[in-house]
């Protein structure tokens, strides 16, 4: 689903349009509104808020949906493209499972790689799955609309299960936050700055009557989550990328000189107190919302197995941390996960595996990025891709993002990466495409 896939599909047969069209539509609402939407984090789900998404019905339609893409990328013209770059996923695969294999809980790890890697696929098809662009924007406006009507109708009709209660166990302090028919606020709020990111591209490729009802109905709800890294990072990251397009030379301080800088900030804060001081000092609340204690044992945990790591997912929740609660003095023990994607990874796979992570999700869509012709970086298309990256790269810093099999914002964050590298590779395809179809490949 980029210029380039529409120059060679600009004229698909009408089955596989309509099978693109319902593939797509299923997969945004299965992984945008669930199954299982509205859960009730009062009663036993408290415990395990994800547990009504492992359900059988959850496991077999993942199944069958995963099948059904990959079918239809296996037949498609620019099947090349799926599970890109090979050798680079390979290594970064194998490193994961030879980490995993090492560990406590290798289960663990091969569990989690499989379903990374369907996700990972999944996305990959995606972007093919449209006839063009302007039907991409469609189905993209549509499934938005439909995701924000499923929040505010548990806003305005299911309170108790869209809007945090007081009587939830675990989290009793975000009583009066929205978070509609998500597990979470964070969850909501991650949504509406994607979805605010769609309509701004809705608005400026199909309709910008929709595109902008889209962006003004996700900002109140994501103002409502009361997810402040999330609110504040909606503007910043316009700005942002607004700077990234016009700082060409300035590209790659901006990504990697930023995310250093930012996860310096947020761990280094942890770890080394002058720099907690230095940033409490700044009026910026130095424990990152009460993550600091979960960066520092990490980090302590990081430092003795620095080369392998634990294994992937094989150090969160898993009985020898439960178990050395007693002994260990944080409650960080507890903690489902690092709250810093960077972290966990190196956490899990080691230095190796981060190395292998960022040389796929940063340094490459910049390589990508540089290749784009002068008249499309500025296009829509261009624009949210970059956007939807900027964002995750950034926010990866305070959650854990990457790798995650059944989670939207990873999904969404692989597609953007894979949409990248099509949108750097259309100028290729722009001079075989005859006069009544450059409407179509041009962004």
Not at 276 to 290: C, V
Request: proline letters at 4%; one cysteine or more.
């Amino acid at each position: 689903m980029t210029s380039a896939a529409y120059a060679e599909t600009s004229a698909p047969d009408a089955g596989r349009a309509r099978v693109g069209a319902f593939l797509f539509m299923a997969m945004f609402l299965f992984l945008w509104v669930s199954i299982t939407p509205y859960v009730d984090l009062t009663g036993e789900a408290i415990l395990d808020p994800s547990a009504g998404n492992s359900n059988r019905l959850n496991q077999i339609l993942a199944l069958l949906l995963s099948a059904g893409m990959l079918g239809y990328g296996l037949l498609h013209p620019m099947r090349g493209i799926i599970l890109q770059p090979r050798l680079l996923l390979s290594i970064l695969c194998f490193w994961f499972l030879l980490v995993s294999l090492i560990s406590a809980h290798p289960m663990l790890g091969i569990k989690g790689i499989v379903l990374s890697t369907i996700m990972t696929v999944n996305a990959s098809i995606y972007l093919l799955l449209p006839a063009s662009e302007r039907h991409f924007a469609k189905m993209l406006g549509i499934g938005s609309l439909i995701m924000l009507g499923f929040a505010y109708y548990g806003i305005l009709f299911k309170p108790t299960l869209a809007i945090h209660q007081a009587s939830e166990l675990r989290e009793p302090m975000n009583a009066g936050l929205w978070r509609g028919h998500f597990p979470h606020k964070n969850s909501a709020a991650s949504a509406m700055v994607l979805a605010a990111f769609f309509g701004l591209f809705v608005a400026s490729a199909w309709s910008r009557m929709a595109g902008l009802a889209i962006f003004a109905l996700s900002f109140l709800f994501l103002v409502n989550t009361g997810g402040k890294t999330s609110t504040a990072m909606l503007p910043a990251i316009l700005i942002l990328g607004w700077l990234f397009e016009k700082m060409r030379p300035l590209r790659a301080l901006i990504v990697i000189g930023g995310v250093g800088l930012f996860n310096l900030f947020a761990v280094g804060s942890a770890v080394f107190r002058p720099l907690g001081e230095f940033i409490s000092g700044l009026g910026i609340d130095a424990t990152f919302t009460n993550r600091s204690d979960i960066w520092r044992f990490a980090f302590s945990a990081l430092a003795e197995r620095p080369l392998t790591g634990y294994g992937f997912r094989a150090f969160w929740q898993t009985e020898e941390l439960v178990y050395s609660g007693g002994s260990v003095e944080t409650w960080a023990v507890a903690a489902a996960n690092g709250h810093n994607s960077y972290l966990d990874i190196a956490l899990t796979t080691g230095f190796p595996g981060l190395l292998l992570t960022l040389i796929w999700l940063i340094l490459l869509p910049l390589r990508d990025i540089s290749r784009i012709a002068p008249g499309r970086e500025h296009a829509p298309l261009t624009r949210l891709y970059i956007r939807i990256w900027l964002y995750t790269i950034f926010h990866a810093g305070l959650e854990t993002l990457f790798f995650e099999g059944g989670s939207f914002v990873w999904f969404t964050f692989v597609f953007a990466v894979y949409g990248l590298h099509l949108q750097s590779s259309a100028v290729l395809a722009e001079g075989a495409v005859p006069e009544n179809r450059k409407r179509v490949a041009h962004a």
